[in-house]
């Protein structure tokens, strides 16, 4: 069976072009740039023989991803809170800057951009969490596909649209040093045989 992952990264938000940090914060939306980089997108994954549903994060800015894919690719969207963003506790909502004033700031920022972050002491998430939570996430991909379609067809494509950090976590755990496309971009990751 080969069984292939769409990493997909929402496009970009009004918090991401203020260089504010989202993580599991709900108040983001897609600017209009972003709204152009899913059409893009949409067009781009028209020739994959998906399996016709998205699974996606359920934070707005990745569900106004998920909706424009939606309509172009004629996919459902099955919405999953496992592909959420790192939690980033109480610095959730804050810029880049604000961040660099606190204490390690800097390196809080830099352990997120290198994949081996720590928000706990904001209680926040750490690395291991939010790579547990996808893998779960993963699995439950594969038992609702098989409760909705019965048998899952020998080789599959499927598209999970999330977040930047969180999706390089997954992604590094099956491809080690793996680099995340920008926002509206995407990753293919072979599952291996299960």
């Known amino acids: 069976m080969k069984r292939t992952l769409i990493l997909v990264r929402h496009c970009q938000s009004d918090w991401n072009a203020v260089k504010r940090l989202s993580g599991q914060d709900n108040t983001a ?16 994954l028209s020739h994959v023989e998906s399996s016709k549903v998205i699974f996606s994060s359920d934070l707005t800015r990745t569900l106004e991803t998920s909706a424009i894919l939606s309509e172009i690719l004629s996919a459902q969207i099955l919405v999953d809170r496992r592909f959420r963003e790192v ?17 390690n700031g800097e390196q809080h920022l830099a352990s997120l951009r290198e ?5 706990t ?10 790579l547990l939570r996808h893998l779960k996430g993963i699995e439950g991909i594969f038992t609702r596909l098989e409760g909705r379609f019965g048998r899952i067809a020998d080789s599959i494509d ?22 995340l ?8 990751v072979e599952l291996p045989d299960a």
């Open 29 to 44: 939306r897609l600017t209009d740039q972003g709204r152009m980089q899913a059409y893009a997108l949409a067009n781009t």
């Open 158 to 179: 499927i598209i999970v649209v999330g977040h930047g950090s969180a999706l390089r976590t997954l992604l590094n755990h099956y491809k080690p040093a793996s680099k």
């Open 87 to 103: 939690g980033l506790g109480d610095l959730d909502g804050k810029t880049r800057e604000e961040v660099h004033a606190l204490p």
């Open 115 to 119: 994949d081996n972050y720590d928000f």
């Open 181 to 188: 496309h920008e926002q509206g971009g995407y990753d293919l």
């Open 121 to 130: 002491a904001y209680r926040g998430e750490n690395r291991d969490m939010v």
